[in-house]
């Protein structure tokens, strides 16, 4: 799977459990923390959407570099 896609999923499962008034998994955490770890200090729920920016730019650059090579 493509790992900016996995990033977003984890990220997505933290903000559900968050928003259901659940704690979130403790490997979702450890993913996310491991994704960004300069980030890693930050309250889950800015993490998981920090996280959700940079996959997000990080396809944004992908796409932009496979439409300069055609």
Known sequence: MDSSLQA???AMRVLSA????REPDA???????????LLA??????L???VIKQALQRRDAARKALA???
């Open 8 to 10: 977003m999923k984890t």
């Open 18 to 21: 968050i928003n259901e008034k």
């Open 27 to 37: 490997a979702d955490l450890e993913e996310l923390r491991s994704l960004a770890p």
């Open 41 to 46: 200090n930050l309250p889950p729920d800015e």
């Open 48 to 50: 998981a959407c920090d």
């Open 68 to 70: 300069g090579m055609h």
